[in-house]
């Protein structure tokens, strides 16, 4: 009975971590489609899931397929059928998987606090013909794009608890695509917002802080 005790604790400090991070990202984009569902019921568009311009639509062929395998991956990592790595994690590897699961937890938490913030202006995507209002307050105040540098740190953290060749491979596409979208998205919204975006770029960071006083518009710094 002991040993059985030990065996299934065993499994659960090993196994822990990726189931952790499983159910993390499955509700992160469980959440990201009843966000898009809620948007089309109150505005009529779909928050842009499927982008009107043909290259938003062409990366979406690709960038589906690599969120299914972010959110499969760790399951099966977790119930033993696809094992992290080719050997049992020894402890301090056990510790530093179980931090990257803490830091899932971390980034999920946090980007529901930017997802409000950004309340109905809130996209998936880029429509030319489409101009919402810019949020420049709370984490937007320092950093330019707070959700894809916490998808970032959330795939960084799959990474680390699923250390195997395909999560690497998933993970290094979706940071490269997170990296291209968040300059396509800057373009649009210097073309849409015109000088109050470019005075807000010059002073925001992309994915982490200049500072830490916050941003404040071209007029309050006068």
């Known amino acids: 009975m002991i040993s059985l005790l030990i065996m299934l604790a065993a499994s659960a400090c090993e196994h822990g971590p990726s189931l952790t991070v499983g159910f993390v990202v499955a509700y992160y984009w469980w959440k990201v489609i009843r966000m898009v569902r809620k948007m089309r ?18 990366l979406r062929l690709l960038w589906q397929p690599v969120v299914l395998l972010w959110i499969v991956l760790p399951f099966l990592a977790g119930f033993g059928i696809h094992k992290p790595s080719i050997i049992n994690p020894l402890w301090h590897e056990l510790i530093s998987q179980w931090l990257a699961a803490a830091v899932a937890v971390f980034a999920l938490l946090a980007t529901r606090v930017c997802w409000k913030r950004m309340g109905t202006s ?24 707070p959700i894809y540098a916490l998808s970032t740190l959330l795939m960084l953290a799959t990474m680390v608890t699923v ?12 940071l490269l695509l997170l990296q291209w979208e968040a300059r396509r998205e800057e373009q649009h919204l210097i073309n849409v917002h015109g000088e109050i975006y470019r005075d807000y770029y010059k002073h925001v960071g992309r994915f982490l802080p200049r500072g830490f006083s916050g941003y404040s518009s071209a007029e309050t710094r006068r």
Do not use: Q
């Open 122 to 145: 809130w996209r998936m995507g880029i429509d030319p013909n489409e101009k919402t209002s810019l949020i420049i307050t709370g984490p937007y105040a320092y950093v330019r794009h």
């Open 41 to 58: 019921k109150s505005t009529g568009r779909a928050a842009n899931f499927i982008p009107t311009e043909p290259l938003g639509r062409a």
């Open 163 to 174: 250390p195997n060749p395909l999560m690497m491979i998933v993970g290094v596409i979706h």
